[in-house]
């Protein structure tokens, strides 16, 4: 009797699984940049749906260009391991700077540990990047 039970709490958690991707997805489609971030992090974990780093990088962007912050901070931590994407200090430096420009706490301590892998010339660069970018309102920051 407890495996039929977990049985269908499984079947129904699976059934629920996929109507929550559906629904974030339709979101995430249309616009709206929290779903984006959902998607990406079940895209990152394989929460719901298989793990796709380039899926994950995919609606992180769309996300991190809307100001989210969460985004940007997991965009950055994507460049600075190299997850879907080429490794890019610079790239993951410009992200993690955005988000933690907006307090985000994790991309303001993952952002000093990589500041001591780069050079002077690639924080700089890393610096001007990130400004242009706030400036554009996270347009074109990729």
Do not use: R
Not at 6 to 32: I, P
Not at 75 to 103: C, D, H
């Amino acid at each position: 009797m407890k495996y039929l039970l977990l049985l269908s709490l499984l079947l129904s958690f699976s059934a629920y699984s996929d109507e929550l991707f559906d629904e974030t997805l339709e979101l995430a489609q249309k616009g709206d940049a929290a779903a984006q971030y959902n998607l990406a992090w079940m895209y990152d974990n394989g929460e719901g749906v298989s793990e796709n780093d380039a899926e994950a990088i995919k609606w992180y962007q769309k996300a991190a260009e809307q100001g989210d912050a969460d985004a940007q901070s997991n965009l950055g931590v994507m460049y600075a391991n190299g997850e879907g994407v080429p490794e890019n200090k610079i790239k993951a430096y410009l992200w993690y700077s955005l988000a933690k420009a907006q307090g985000n706490e994790n991309a303001k301590h993952n952002l000093e540990i990589l500041k001591g892998d780069m050079t002077k010339e690639q924080i700089a660069k890393a610096q001007e990047l990130a400004s242009k970018c706030w400036e554009s309102e996270f347009k074109g920051c990729d």
